[in-house]
């Protein structure tokens, strides 16, 4: 499948006691539609770092991002906050490991919270979604009245709301149990059956086996693998 | 989602987080209102009453008396002074001292006096309808007057004592009797404090008596002991005084003295003025506070926001709209306990003799234009106090809002 999100020569590094320590190292990463793609490493090993910069939320000391654009692949090096928000709305959705709903408002209002078309059909695509990850019967609810794994796919419909090709998730089933585990790795694989592009985040074997593809962070390098899910399937 | 459904949404959600601020700046709010209400009635019957009226184009003429060359003030000297440019006319005052004897024994010192259409006292108690112009043996008095409430005797005949000239000097009481038609609020004090206004004749009668001169002589010889000269439009009243003191009259225009409001209500109106700064810089300060608290909680917040797609503007708009609405609520919150304030104060004030008269009305609130841009401008502080620490949570980069990813 094409290239959805890509990452080119990306760098980064952070201030440590005085001097420069180096995260990222010159990390190329392509995340392709239609596949599962896990991203390991031992903590501290700058997985989130690398989400980051490909979810558009911090830029890279060097090199450079390229998102999937509604038309066509744009290199987004160079633009300004509000059109690098405009492509993180539209183009992108984020999972995060504490589910980060707000908490005063109900299930359907968080996912409703990035939407960026009309008000009226806002509501039903968000019920849609809500129905979508199982959860219908609790659009009204607020995120405290539900459990950890129901906060994490409310989470994962707000990230659908407005339809994106490329799915970024940072530990998202790390404060969960096995069976919503299960759940939500399951609803994964059906985004990228859809052929959305899926990038998870994970020091979790069962979360990586699952993957597609599987790149592993070492000293700010990245070696990549694909998996044997992925072999089994390409023949 | 739309910005300001989400800050609606926000408040709603977050009211308890706002109610301090809320109550803090209606509080505030609502003193200011009710001060400003009835300092502002006040001021609206006087403008009314007074300041619209003739008074405020009136200039009073007295007598020269230490000025031998000059004619007193006579039908003629009316006559004279009416033909001045910019006169619209010219009314006369008589003036006599008489007593009034009460059934308690009390004998009230009380000044006769000619009524002029351009200055009629704002009666609180009468018998009839229109009073003046008073028929003959009919007296208008204040509702009190050294210490005696004559308001009570309002529709009775009252025992009255002139005074007969006997030599200069000498004279000696005539007792008679006077029927008190009316009462008005002694705060009015444009003819002495005890001015008790009497017909024309009736006012002659005893000052022609008290003065020995033959009554038909009276106004010829001895003259009125005050003239007001109207003049057409209050801006030509400095010129018609100059015009009436070049011809050797002593003339001062009443402008000066009706300026001033009662003591109390001059203070009520400087406190809802200071107020109305204080409610200023209470709601800014709360805004500035309640914002900052508010966005360090909810930095949390502001990142998911922002890395869900929120520009740094919409996360402005949205914090500063809040801070809107609390406000907007904050000001009508105010109104609603301003009218409440004022009201009371104005039941409180109406029992004083003194301030009854300016205290129209029963819901005291500025009127509709001053209301309205009250309530603009306590959103618009609030609003502004918030706008720089929702600036500083608003450009706070989505990663770092989220620190504890
Ligand atoms: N904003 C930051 N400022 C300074 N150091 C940071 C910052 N973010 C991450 N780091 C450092 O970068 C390294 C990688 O962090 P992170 O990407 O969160 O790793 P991981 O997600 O793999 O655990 C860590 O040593 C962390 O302390
Ligand atoms: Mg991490």
Redesign the pocket.
């Known amino acids: 499948m094409n290239a959805l999100l890509r990452a080119e020569g990306v760098g980064k590094s ?1 201030p ?1 006691r005085g001097r420069r320590v180096d ?1 990222l190292r010159e990390v190329d990463l392509t995340v392709r539609g239609g596949e599962i793609t896990a991203l390991v ?1 031992h ?7 690398l989400l980051h910069i490909l979810g558009l939320l911090t830029q890279p000391d060097s090199g450079r991002v390229v998102v999937e654009g509604a038309d066509g692949p744009v290199d987004t090096s160079g633009l300004g906050d509000d059109a690098l928000a405009g492509l993180r709305r539209r183009r992108l959705g984020f999972v995060f490991q504490s589910y980060n709903l707000l908490p005063q408002h109900s299930a359907l209002r968080n996912v409703l919270l990035p939407y960026a078309g009309r008000r009226a059909e806002g509501e039903e695509r968000a019920r849609t979604l809500l129905a979508r990850v199982g959860l219908a019967e609790r659009a009204d609810h607020l995120p405290g009245e539900l459990s950890g794994g129901e906060q994490q796919r409310v989470a994962l419909a707000r990230a659908l709301v407005n339809d994106p090709p490329a799915i970024l998730a940072d530990e998202p089933t790390g404060n969960l149990d096995t069976d919503s585990e299960e759940l939500l790795l399951g609803l994964f694989r059906e985004l990228a059956d859809e052929g959305r592009a899926v990038l998870l985040v994970t020091h979790n074997p069962a979360v990586s086996e699952f993957a597609d593809v599987v790149h592993r962070l070492e000293r700010g390098a990245l070696v990549t693998s694909e998996t044997q899910r992925k072999k089994g399937s390409a023949k | 989602m739309n910005v300001f459904s989400l800050a609606l949404a926000n408040v709603l959600a977050l009211r308890r987080r706002l109610f301090g601020l809320v109550a803090l700046v209606s509080v505030a709010a609502a003193v200011c209102l009710g001060a400003l209400g009835i300092a502002g009635r006040a001021q609206g019957v006087t403008d009314t009453g007074v300041k619209e009226s003739n008074a405020n184009r009136s200039i009073t003429v007295d007598r020269p008396a230490d000025r031998p060359g000059t004619a007193p003030l006579t039908d003629r000297t009316a006559a004279r002074l009416a033909k001045l440019p910019h006169v619209e006319s010219v009314q006369h005052r008589a003036q006599v001292s008489f007593g009034v004897l009460t059934d308690a024994g009390d004998t009230v010192l009380l000044y006769a006096t000619t009524h002029r259409p351009a200055l009629t006292p704002p009666i609180t108690k009468s018998v009839r309808e229109d009073l003046f112009p008073l028929r003959p043996g009919e007296i208008v008095t204040p509702a009190t007057s050294q210490g005696v409430d004559l308001s009570a005797l309002v529709g009775q005949d009252v025992e009255t004592e002139t005074t007969r000239f006997v030599r200069p000097g000498e004279g000696t009481g005539v007792t008679g009797h006077a029927r008190l038609v009316g009462v008005y609020d002694p705060t009015w004090q444009l003819d002495n404090p005890d001015a008790a206004y009497a017909a024309d004749p009736t006012v002659i009668g005893w000052a022609a008596q008290r003065s020995g001169e033959p009554e038909k002589n009276y106004l010829a010889t001895i003259g009125y002991d005050q003239l007001t000269v109207v003049a057409r439009t209050a801006a030509d009243v400095p010129e018609v005084t100059e015009a009436v003191q070049r011809l050797g009259y002593p003339a001062v225009t009443l402008q000066q003295q009706l300026d001033a409001l009662p003591a109390v209500l001059e203070m009520i109106r400087v406190v809802g003025q200071v107020l109305l700064g204080v409610l200023g810089v209470l709601a800014f300060v709360g805004a500035v506070t309640v914002t900052g608290a508010l966005s360090r909680q909810r930095a949390q917040e502001i990142g998911i926001l922002k890395a869900v797609g929120f520009r740094t503007r919409a996360v402005l708009t949205m914090l500063v709209v809040e801070m809107a609405v609390a406000g907007a609520v904050a000001a009508l919150l105010g109104t609603v306990l301003g009218a409440l304030l004022g009201s009371v104060a104005a039941a409180l004030l109406r029992g004083s003799a003194d301030l009854a008269p300016y205290v129209e009305g029963w819901v005291l609130l500025p009127p509709p234009v001053t209301l309205l841009l009250l309530l603009a401008l306590t959103v618009l502080v609030v609003a502004a106090g918030s706008l720089v620490p929702a600036r500083r949570a608003a450009r706070m980069s989505p990663t770092d809002a989220m620190k504890d990813w």
Do not use: E, I, M, N
């Not at chain 1, 903590?43 to 770092?49: H, L, P, Y």
């Open positions: 952070y440590l995260v490493g903590s501290g090993s700058g997985k989130t770092t």
